[in-house]
């Protein structure tokens, strides 16, 4: 029963008991009237009855005011009930479930005419919220909705997640749509000032509609989302429409994805060895590399397959076969790490503490043995939950690493607030060592930070004699690069391994 509801019956409850006792007071005093008529002056009895009358008009009165006003703050309160349900807090925009259900409908009546629907996806959010606070980033979420609004006058602007948004648009064609995005990317990208810092935002869309498919929800909102997957993919800042295309990729990334699982089952896996030596070409650390061994195809590398994993549970599959075979293979590497890749999407499921725990435990390894590497996007997008992994990772004596530094928009502060224990710098700082300044001054910089906090730095990517002798000079601990070796099968890694120690040249295939 709803708040109106179960007020108006209490009060209505009350409304007839008042009316009750008048109705008994008016037959009371009416019957003692009618007995007494022979008397000449009023008998105290009726002038009881009188004064109870009188007592219960009051009452009544009384009681319909109250009801009334109960009825009022019922329904204010009703409205309000409904005002948070449907329009969010912070932008005022529709809530989600409000927002799909109004589109429901609206696909529903449109039979005929389109229905369009656009996602927007605010750039860089987090780093937003993370540098200048939530105030900063509420005020963000207002000013693109009043973007949205100016940009798309009478459509339903909802709010459908922390920087999501969505319109839907009756009875315009895609094309109109378009254009009123590149409206909205324009107007958003314009700054508004918020406590004396200029802040200009930059959004991505997706677009799709319903005219000629008819589409019922779930196929219009998974169409808008390739979309703007399609935008945020191809840099960001973009308007992209929907395209059929974009579901023959989504098929093949089903048939990778079935032909990867199988791959996992059939064992046509591999984990390949790159080592990380010392300044004195020692090798210290064993890098893991998948790799997969199609048996049409021939050997496929991760940046092709490890983004069609993430796209599902499977990364979670395909982190626990790396690490049980980086166990099974880390006695042929005497007195070597190994360093195992992790990928976010790993990171943000609870499961993956527990999964490392148990591996360990099953293989009788020691987590001290192994440097667990995460690249530096996961890093600027960590939740406090994936910090909090981090921290328990590390607790159980595992190392982390920040991988490919220098590609994301990691600042020196996340490295004050990060626990990990060593940064592997990217191969397009080390490559440009002998030409870029800005290089060199990232590379000696971040080796001065690295002194003073003990954490050690990896130069990846090291490919010629002068990039290891500028990445030592710049004060580089570790060193890592085709120069001193090329990722290679177990054995061959295994093989070449004490030669390292005296030649870095010796593993290079
Ligand atoms: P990464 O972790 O930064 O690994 C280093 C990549 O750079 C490797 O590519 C390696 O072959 C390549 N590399 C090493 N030295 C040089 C060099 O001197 N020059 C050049 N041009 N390249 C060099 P690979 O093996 O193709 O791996 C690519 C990425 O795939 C890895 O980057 C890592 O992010 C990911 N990856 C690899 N194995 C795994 C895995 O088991 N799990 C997860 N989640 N990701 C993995
Ligand atoms: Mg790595
Ligand atoms: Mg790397």
């Known amino acids: 029963m709803g708040l109106t509801a179960a007020i108006q019956r209490q009060s209505r409850r009350s409304y007839r008991l008042s009316q009750l006792s008048l109705f008994g007071a008016i037959t009371a005093s009416g019957a003692i009237l009618l007995s007494d008529h022979t008397a000449a002056p009023v008998t105290m009895s009726a002038l009881l009855s009188m004064t109870a009358i009188a007592g219960s008009m009051f009452t009544l009165h009384h009681a319909r005011r109250g009801i009334y006003q109960r009825l009022q703050e019922a329904g204010s309160a009703e409205a309000e009930r409904q005002r948070l349900l449907q329009s969010d807090a912070v932008t005022g925009a529709m809530t989600r479930r409000h927002f799909l259900e109004t589109l429901e409908i609206a696909l529903k009546r449109a039979t005929k005419t389109p229905t369009s629907l656009l996602l927007i996806d605010i750039d860089y959010f987090k780093q937003l919220n993370d540098s200048l606070g939530h105030a900063a980033g509420d005020a963000a979420l207002v000013h693109t909705v009043a973007c949205l609004r100016q940009a798309f006058p009478d459509c339903a602007v909802g709010r459908l997640g922390g920087d999501e948004f969505a319109v839907f648009v009756n009875d315009r064609s895609l094309a109109w749509c378009e254009e009123q995005a590149r409206k909205f990317l324009a107007l958003i990208s314009r700054p508004f000032r918020y406590s004396g810092f200029d802040i200009s935002l930059s959004v991505s869309v997706g677009a799709a509609s319903s005219v000629d498919r008819q589409l019922d929800m779930a196929g219009l909102s998974q169409n808008a989302d390739l979309a703007l997957y399609a935008s945020k993919t191809s840099g960001r800042g973009r308007v992209t429409l929907f395209d059929e295309v974009m579901l023959s990729e989504r098929r093949h990334v089903r048939y990778l994805e079935r032909e990867l699982r199988a791959a996992l089952y059939l064992d046509h896996l591999e984990l390949h060895y790159q080592p990380v030596v ?149 191969r397009s700082y080390i490559c440009n060592l002998g030409s870029d300044r800005v290089a060199q001054v990232l590379v000696s910089a971040l080796a001065e930070v690295g002194r003073l906090r003990g954490i050690t730095i990896v130069a990846e990517g090291v490919e010629t004699a002068q990039d290891l002798q500028l990445a030592k000079a710049a004060g580089c601990d570790r060193f890592q690069g085709f120069f001193i070796s090329r990722p290679v099968p177990l054995a061959a890694a295994a093989a070449t391994l004490p030669a390292a120690k005296g030649d870095p040249q010796a593993l290079s295939a």
Request: hydrophobic share 40%.
């Open 278 to 426: 010392d300044t004195h070409g020692v090798a210290r650390a064993m890098e893991g590399l998948v790799r997969w061994r199609h048996p049409v195809r021939g050997l496929i590398p991760p940046g092709e397959f490890i983004p069609v994993a993430e796209t599902s549970t499977l990364i979670d599959q395909l982190g626990e076969w790396v690490f049980r075979r980086a166990c099974r293979d880390l006695p042929r590497f005497d007195g070597c790490r190994i360093s195992i890749n992790i990928s976010g999407e790993q990171l943000k499921r609870d499961s993956v503490v527990a999964m490392m725990e148990r591996v360990l435990r099953e293989t009788g390894s020691a987590a001290a043995d192994f440097v667990i590497e995460i690249t530096e996007t996961v890093a600027t997008e960590a939740t406090d939950d994936v910090v909090n992994r981090l921290d328990r990772l590390r607790a159980l004596g595992f190392r982390i690493a920040l991988d490919d530094f220098g590609t994301g928009h990691c600042g020196f502060n996340y490295l004050k607030t990060l626990p990990i224990d060593a940064i592997k710098i990217d």
